[in-house]
């Protein structure tokens, strides 16, 4: 068994039951120097207006990187100008305005973000959509507002997966970052682990024990359909997406230990990586493709190294401190690597400058596992323990601002944050 099977094992021993399959968040930190900016509800059709507005202002303020001022009683400039010094003795940097209009069956939804201390328009979009896009067009005019005005692409409209265990059911569901709009992608009886979304967002890796053994699943989400991966003798586990999507880097014990391969996303051409005498675990590309790294217990206790994703030369070690370090997660950016310490006998997550090696931990709870960072690299989520029961939770990527994501009475783990949306 290796390192990240015999985790979940333990986790899922302690789990508790009884689901409610609705993310809730709370949020427990803010970042430092926030922006100030106002929202008010959009004009024209009230109902549709108010939800957008809401969803606008719910992302943006979790994000910890904006204040929302008080917007009551103002013109917000979505029919022309915005009175600006109003606005500005509000307290208001920012400013977005938006109007909502029923088009036959479908609704037209306009924007504006301003610059009030600089009395500027910054730019706006228009959508045409459905009622029940109204979450997913808020999210996207929370995405430009947060590029706008940090200069990164937001991650409103992306989508998570993760794992809930009610009773003997578990349950791979999909839902958007602020949880909210959960779909179940696959109910079994059986442990669903280590899912991994594919470059495209499109598709989901994952390790099901429904033929009663490990054995890894690509599920395409648009189609429904799946297929196997890796079926070999022994366990078949940890895959994780090439970035061109087109290969896995899995871990097989069909040769008696637990080693690295790559592996087509069609099953075919399985090839080891390395050979080790240890066990080798965790595989996870970086985001250029150049290196894997991976956990193994080849240097007499779990720390993470790397290797040249074609094999060639040796591996590098990246972790000295402490007997106990597993789970790489490299930065979408390239820049960072997050990974599960065990200091003092408590499971955290850990980042580490990849330029500078040094290292910070991030958070201060006791059983943290599977960190996994959101696209823009900003924000980590991962898994921890509260009460005796599995809950998601995300911290910045310097430690400011955290937010936790549960199911009430459910055992949620496995998390695994997608891609930017298409």
Do not use: C
Request: proline share 5%; hydrophobic share 40%.
């Amino acid at each position: 068994m290796n390192f990240r099977s015999f985790l979940i094992a333990a986790a899922w021993l302690a789990a508790a039951s009884a689901a409610n399959a609705q993310l809730s968040i709370e949020i427990t930190g803010a970042g430092a120097n926030r922006i100030p900016i106002a929202i008010p509800d959009f004009g024209g059709d009230q109902t549709i207006g108010h939800s957008v507005a809401s969803v606008v202002r719910a992302d943006l303020e979790r994000s910890g990187l904006f204040r929302l001022v008080d917007a009551a009683g103002l013109p917000s400039g979505d029919a022309g100008l915005p009175p600006y010094a109003d606005w500005k003795a509000r307290g208001a940097d920012a400013l977005a305005g938006g109007r909502v209009a029923a088009a036959g069956a479908r609704y037209d939804t306009r924007f504006r973000v301003y610059d009030v201390q600089k009395q500027a328009e910054l730019g706006g979009q228009a959508y045409g959509h459905q009622a029940s896009q109204t979450r997913l067009i808020g999210h996207r005019i929370a995405d430009y507002i947060y590029e706008k005005l940090t200069g990164e692409r937001g991650v409103f409209s992306t989508r998570i997966a993760y794992v809930v265990k009610t009773g003997t059911r578990y349950e791979l569901q999909i839902a958007d970052a602020d949880g909210d709009n959960a779909q179940t992608a696959l109910a079994s009886r059986e442990p669903i682990i280590s899912p991994s979304w594919s470059p495209d967002g499109d598709k989901l890796a994952y390790v099901s024990f429904e033929a009663k053994k490990p054995v890894i699943y690509v599920h395409d989400l648009t189609s429904g359909r799946r297929h196997v991966v890796a079926n070999f003798k022994g366990s078949n586990s940890a895959p994780a997406w090439s970035p061109d999507g087109r290969r896995l880097a899995v871990v097989l014990t069909k040769d008696g230990r637990s080693q690295l391969y790559l592996i087509g996303v069609d099953g075919r051409g399985a090839a080891r990586l390395a050979s080790s005498p240890g066990i080798d675990t965790e595989p996870r590309f970086s985001p250029d493709g150049r290196w894997i790294y991976f956990t193994s217990d080849r240097g007499g206790s779990p720390q993470i190294y790397r290797i040249a994703s074609d094999g060639v030369g040796g591996t590098e070690r990246l972790t000295f401190e402490g007997q106990y370090n597993v789970t790489p997660r490299p930065s979408p950016d390239g820049k960072s690597l997050a990974y599960i310490s065990r200091p003092n006998g408590s499971f955290l997550l850990t980042v580490m400058d990849l330029a500078t090696r040094q290292t910070q931990i991030l958070t201060d709870s006791v059983k943290d596992e599977s960190p996994s960072y959101a696209p823009n690299s900003r924000m980590i989520l991962y898994a921890t323990e509260i009460g005796g029961r599995g809950v998601l939770a995300a911290v910045s990527a310097d430690g400011r601002v955290k937010q936790k994501l549960s199911v009430q009475a459910a055992d949620v783990r496995e998390p695994a944050w997608g891609s930017f949306a298409k």
